[in-house]
């Protein structure tokens, strides 16, 4: 059995993949936009060019992201990304670069169970745990 997260941007998953790539080396695996899919019924002028399904490889995870219904209020609360990195140097990198246009939630440093750890909600809404554990 497999848990995947399935992220719907609501009309910025275009952005949020490019933002992903720069920062935490996300790879796109697959993209298939509304024109592409085989069943055109859903498919309208207002959402031809936005991502229907796409997984990005993020390490060795995979995350599935959407536009969803293209509604423009994507909402991610309730739970959050945790990014484990092998290095207190990569996870301050990550950090910053998740942090770019986001929100600190609580500053990288170290804790009883990790020696980097810090929390930032992104640009796009969604919340993110960095960490090097001990």
């Not at 991502?51 to 995350?63: A, E, P, R, Y």
């Not at 929390?119 to 969604?126: H, N, P, T």
């Amino acid at each position: 059995m497999l848990i995947q997260p399935y992220l719907f941007f609501d009309g910025r998953c275009d952005q949020a993949i490019e933002f992903y790539k720069k920062a935490i080396g996300a790879e796109v695996a697959m993209l298939m936009r509304w024109k592409d899919s085989p069943e055109k019924s859903m498919c309208t002028p207002a959402n031809e060019n936005k991502v229907m399904h796409s997984c990005l490889k993020i390490g060795d995870t995979s995350v599935m992201a959407s536009d969803g219904r293209n509604t423009g209020n994507p909402k991610f609360d309730g739970f959050a990304l945790s990014l484990n990195v092998k290095t207190d140097a990569d996870a301050a990198t990550r950090f910053k670069a998740l942090s770019d246009g986001g929100e600190v939630v609580m500053p990288m440093g170290p804790t009883f169970f990790a020696s980097s750890f810090g929390m930032v909600r992104d640009r796009f809404g969604v919340h993110w745990m960095v960490l090097k554990a001990k």
